[in-house]
Each structure stands twice: as C-alpha cells, then as structure tokens.
C-alpha cells in the first residue's frame, strides 16, 4: 500500500482518503475524549496574559465578526484567527494531551483549526471527528520521523503541528492527495520554533500553537487554490529531516498506515505542569504517601530521567513566573511533596512559596540508563528520597497518571474539564455540562455550529 521512495505521498494520500467509516469506534470515543480535554484548557485560558495579546491582534487584524468562534472572548471572526487564538489558549495551562513517543501536543494544533473551519463550512460533526483523526494521524508520525535529536532543540508541537493542522484543514477541505501533499509543502516550509524562549519565562509557546494552526489551515487552503509546495519537504535532500533532525526516520512516516491508530496512544494531564515532570511527580507522590512523608522529613530526592527532560527542563532553576514554573522539576515536586497535587491553583498561589522553594532546592536530576532507554516510548517516573532520619526509599511510576495504560474516565474528564473551566472563568457550570454533552453527541450532529454562542 506504501511506496518507500516517498512516504511524503503516503501519507497525504492517507489523510484524504480516511472515511468516518473507516475509524473504529474506540478510536472515535477516544477522539471525542482528547476534544472535551482540550475545550477544558481553551477556557483555563481565558484571561490569560499572553492568550489576550494574541485575541488583541486578531481583533486588530482580522474581521470584527465571521463564521468561527475566539472561544476565550465569544467573539467571531474568520476560521484563520479564530484557530490562532483558540490554539494559543489551548497550551497556556499545561494541561493539553500528549502523545509520548512523537513528545508531541496534538490537540492545540489539531482541534483549533479542525473546529473553526468546520464551523466555517458547516461541516458535520463525523467531519470534524474524522479531521481530527487525520491530524492527529499526520502530526504525530511527522513528530516520531523527526525523532529525538529535533526535540532537543525544536518544540515539536510548533514544527510537526504544521502539518498536523494542514492535514486536519485539509480533509475537511477534501483535498486531493496531490493538493494535500502541497499543502504539506507549504506546512513543512513554514515549520519553527525553539526551546529558547524557557531560559527567559518567555511567551512564545502560545505562539508556537498559534502559528502551527494559521500557517497549516493557511497551507490548506492555498493547496485547495493550487499553490504548489515541496513535494518531499520531510524526507528531501533539503527537508526538514535534513535541517532540523539528525535521526529523522522516514518509515516512521506511514508506520502501519490504517491499522495503528497512533490517536488511541495520546496521553491525558494530570498534573499541569510540563509532562516531562509527570513520571517523577507520581513517584515521588507513591513514596510520600506509602512512607507518610511530610515536606520537612526529605533531606533530598533524586529524579532519575530521560535525556529529553534535562534538555527541556535543566534550563530552569528559580522560575520567574507561574508558567516557567511547570518547567522546574524541583518546583513541581515541591507542590507534590507540600500539597500532595501539582495543579493549577496550587501553582498560582505558591510556585515560590518559601516551603515549595526549600524542596525545590532539594532536587537533582540524573540521567537514568534505563528511564532513557525507554524514553520516548514509554515515560517511566523513578525517584530516590533520602529522608532527614537516614533512609533512602525508591519510589517508581510505569506509566503516569492519564497514559494510556493508566487512563482517565470520561467521568474524570469532564471533571477535569468543568474545573478548568471554572478556574478560567470560560464558561459556567452548566455551559460547561451542555458542552459535555455536545462532544458526546458530536458523531448525529449534522452541522458544526457554535459552542458557546
């Protein structure tokens, strides 16, 4: 069914032709599932600083009412500005999903430009489910060709979120698999973003989303035009796998096509704080709850980690702001071993509480020859903890709160919803059950319209 020579191809050709009907419906229900999680932080993200700088520029710059909703403000504007400000907003609290082993942020990038084109369109909620699907598909096979090495540097969620939108866009759209494998081009061309911004509590992780989601819905619609675009902007001698990869596999593009459904692997939040602080989190909270640990009896704890945690997180010591925060692995286990959760209140009120920061002082990360090895196919939490009265106790997670091997219910999903809702101020409690119930019945519903008008 694949042509090696040019996966590209491959899978732009998947992605126009996946039918609703070719979906199984587990993959369906967890599609609906990864939706409601990501409305959840959209609204958390209401009034945040960053989030409102870019709704100010899409209210500057584009139309003063349209066909998709700023689902942060209510406003409506045209499907390209509403995308940029709803997938700013759906990375700004940390807790949108994650798919492990591309270390990639599907949903911000997938759903924000899949809902406002399907409210532009009126498509039907089975088209909007089988966009998703599709990008979600695309962008974490782009993230797993370009593999480790990109990460190091890249935020994959900027780079292969490009894609992930545009092929999203682009379904709905009913590309052809030569006008989809363009709007790849363009996608791919356009693809940025770096690690930097975090040695200076910047904001440009909203802007990595923003930019992935217009610069893919922008890709599909030109391919739609007939604007041309690298045919092999991935695996070409001057792609992406060249430029931004040093281990960049171009079977990782089309594994297992329509048999691996790769949606079904993404990960739930728990804890909102950047998923590299997840694994040690939950083992740290298995050893201070079985040896009934206070704060004060930890001299110091050991974070045994992967590679790519000491790339991301090693950059932050002292956090400046709450967001830089989610990044210090001693400030997320300081929250875990004070207050016993990491979430979003307990960060605004005390990320540099001065019991917090004493424990955040007491933490070292240590590369771990097993914990790397597994990485990033599997995300495993180890920790060592030496007390004040002279033990050392080890404390381990296989799989982290929300993986797909330790899921949440969709009753802990819409509790987990209605809560960030509630903390953004983005919708009250009963919107937040009517938007529940809409996600549930999204597959009978015939047009996508509104959700908050």
Same mark, same amino acid.
């Given at each position: 069914?694949?042509?090696?020579?040019?996966?590209?191809?491959?899978?732009?050709?998947?992605?126009?032709?996946?039918?609703?009907?070719?979906?199984?419906?587990?993959?369906?229900?967890?599609?609906?599932?990864?939706?409601?999680?990501?409305?959840?932080?959209?609204?958390?993200?209401?009034?945040?600083?960053?989030?409102?700088?870019?709704?100010?520029?899409?209210?500057?710059?584009?139309?003063?009412?349209?066909?998709?909703?700023?689902?942060?403000?209510?406003?409506?504007?045209?499907?390209?500005?509403?995308?940029?400000?709803?997938?700013?907003?759906?990375?700004?609290?940390?807790?949108?999903?994650?798919?492990?082993?591309?270390?990639?942020?599907?949903? #911000?990038?997938?759903? +924000?430009? *899949?809902? !406002? %084109?399907?409210?532009?369109?009126?498509?039907?909620?089975? $088209?909007? =489910?089988? @966009?998703?699907?599709?990008?979600?598909?695309?962008?974490?096979?782009?993230?797993?060709?370009?593999?480790?090495?990109?990460?190091?540097?890249?935020?994959?969620?900027?780079? #292969?979120?490009?894609? +992930?939108? *545009?092929? !999203? %866009?682009?379904?709905?759209?009913?590309?052809?698999?030569? $006008?989809? =494998?363009? @709007?790849?081009?363009?996608?791919?061309?356009?693809?940025?973003?770096?690690?930097?911004?975090?040695?200076?509590?910047?904001?440009?992780?909203?802007?990595?989303?923003?930019? #992935?989601?217009?610069?893919?819905?922008?890709? !599909?619609?030109?391919?739609?035009?007939?604007?041309?675009?690298?045919?092999?902007?991935?695996?070409?001698?001057?792609?992406?796998?060249?430029?931004?990869?040093?281990?960049?596999?171009?079977?990782?593009?089309?594994?297992?096509?329509?048999?691996?459904?790769?949606? #079904?692997?993404?990960?739930?939040?728990?804890? !909102?704080?950047?998923?590299?602080?997840?694994?040690?989190?939950?083992?740290?909270?298995?050893?201070?709850?079985?040896?009934?640990?206070?704060?004060?009896?930890?001299?110091?704890?050991?974070?045994?980690?992967?590679?790519?945690?000491?790339?991301?997180?090693?950059?932050?010591?002292?956090?400046?702001?709450?967001?830089?925060?989610?990044?210090?692995?001693?400030?997320?286990?300081?929250?875990?071993?004070?207050?016993?959760?990491?979430?979003?209140?307990?960060?605004?009120?005390?990320?540099?509480?001065?019991?917090?920061?004493?424990?955040?002082?007491?933490?070292?990360?240590?590369?771990?020859?097993?914990?790397?090895?597994?990485?990033?196919?599997?995300?495993?939490?180890?920790?060592?903890?030496?007390?004040?009265?002279?033990?050392?106790?080890?404390?381990?997670?296989?799989?982290?709160?929300?993986?797909?091997?330790?899921?949440?219910?969709?009753?802990?999903?819409?509790?987990?919803?209605?809560?960030?809702?509630?903390?953004?101020?983005?919708?009250?409690?009963?919107?937040?059950?009517?938007?529940?119930?809409?996600?549930?019945?999204?597959?009978?519903?015939?047009?996508?319209?509104?959700?908050?008008?």
């Amino acid at each position: 069914m694949t042509s090696s020579h040019h996966p590209s191809r491959d899978l732009a050709t998947f992605a126009t032709e996946l039918k609703f009907s070719d979906i199984p419906a587990p993959v369906l229900r967890r599609t609906e599932d990864l939706m409601l999680d990501w409305l959840g932080s959209v609204l958390a993200a209401r009034t945040a600083r960053p989030v409102r700088s870019i709704e100010r520029f899409a209210q500057m710059m584009g139309p003063a009412g349209g066909p998709s909703e700023m689902l942060t403000s209510r406003r409506t504007t045209s499907p390209v500005f509403a995308a940029l400000v709803n997938a700013a907003a759906s990375h700004y609290v940390e807790q949108d999903d994650v798919h492990n082993g591309s270390v990639f942020h599907p949903a #911000a990038v997938v759903i +924000a430009p *899949a809902l !406002a %084109v399907a409210q532009s369109i009126g498509a039907s909620g089975a $088209q909007l =489910l089988t @966009a998703v699907v599709a990008g979600y598909e695309v962008g974490i096979r782009v993230g797993e060709f370009l593999g480790r090495s990109h990460y190091k540097t890249f935020h994959t969620t900027a780079t #292969a979120g490009t894609l +992930a939108a *545009a092929a !999203a %866009v682009g379904r709905l759209l009913e590309l052809t698999p030569q $006008q989809m =494998l363009h @709007a790849f081009g363009s996608a791919g061309t356009q693809s940025a973003g770096v690690w930097e911004f975090l040695r200076d509590a910047a904001d440009s992780k909203q802007l990595h989303c923003a930019h #992935a989601a217009a610069s893919g819905l922008m890709s !599909a619609y030109l391919a739609q035009d007939g604007f041309t675009g690298a045919a092999k902007v991935l695996e070409g001698a001057q792609g992406l796998g060249v430029g931004m990869s040093s281990d960049a596999d171009p079977a990782r593009l089309t594994d297992r096509l329509g048999t691996r459904w790769a949606l #079904a692997e993404t990960s739930f939040k728990y804890h !909102a704080s950047c998923r590299h602080t997840h694994p040690a989190a939950d083992a740290l909270l298995q050893v201070m709850s079985e040896h009934q640990l206070a704060h004060g009896d930890v001299a110091r704890v050991t974070a045994h980690v992967h590679q790519g945690a000491i790339d991301v997180l090693g950059r932050v010591t002292v956090p400046a702001t709450v967001h830089q925060g989610k990044f210090s692995m001693g400030t997320v286990l300081g929250l875990i071993a004070v207050h016993g959760r990491a979430g979003l209140g307990e960060f605004d009120r005390d990320f540099l509480a001065p019991e917090v920061a004493a424990f955040r002082d007491k933490v070292a990360m240590e590369l771990d020859a097993e914990v790397d090895s597994a990485y990033p196919a599997r995300w495993i939490g180890k920790v060592s903890v030496q007390t004040r009265d002279g033990r050392t106790l080890a404390g381990r997670a296989d799989e982290p709160k929300g993986d797909p091997g330790n899921s949440l219910s969709r009753a802990e999903i819409e509790d987990k919803m209605q809560r960030l809702a509630h903390y953004g101020e983005g919708a009250t409690a009963d919107e937040a059950k009517a938007l529940c119930q809409r996600i549930w019945q999204l597959e009978a519903t015939p047009r996508v319209g509104r959700w908050l008008g």
